[in-house]
C-alpha cells in the first residue's frame, strides 16, 4: 500500500467515489448513496487549499482522508475518513490517519478536529 496525493484521473476518482459510497452504507445510510454524491463530496476536498490523500493497492484506490483547514490553518478538520469495507481493520485507516498528520505538520499547523 501506498499514501499520495488524490489522483485526478477519472479511474482513481471514480474508485474514491465509489470507496464512500460503500464505507458508509451499512452505518450511515443516506450518506453518499450514489456515485455523483461521492464524486462531489471528492471534488469538495480537491480545492487547493485542502488536503486529499489516497490509499491505493496495485494503483486501486482502496482509502481516502479529506481535510479542511481552520483558523488560517492553524487547525485542521479531518473529514471524511474513508476506507473500502474489504480492507477495513488492515491498518489503511491509521495509516491515512500518519500521512494526514505529516501533512498537517508539514503546513505549520497544531491541532487536528474531527467532527461528529
Known amino acids: ?68 483547514p481552520e483558523y488560517d490553518g492553524n487547525v485542521w478538520e479531518l473529514h471524511p475518513l474513508v476506507v473500502h469495507p474489504d480492507y477495513q481493520g488492515q491498518g489503511v485507516g491509521c495509516a491515512l490517519v500518519q500521512a494526514f498528520e505529516q501533512r498537517v505538520a508539514e503546513k505549520g499547523a497544531v491541532t487536528i478536529m474531527l467532527g461528529s
Request: charged share 25%; hydrophobic share 50%.
Open 1 to 68: 500500500m501506498h499514501i499520495i496525493d488524490m489522483p485526478t484521473d477519472e479511474v482513481h476518482l471514480q474508485q474514491a467515489a465509489e470507496t464512500i459510497m460503500l464505507a458508509f452504507a451499512e452505518n450511515w445510510p443516506g450518506a453518499w448513496d450514489t456515485l455523483e454524491e461521492g464524486l462531489q463530496e471528492l471534488r469538495e476536498m480537491m480545492v487547493e487549499e485542502r488536503i486529499c490523500l489516497a490509499a491505493l493497492i496495485d494503483e486501486r484506490v482502496i482509502g481516502w482522508i479529506g481535510g479542511i
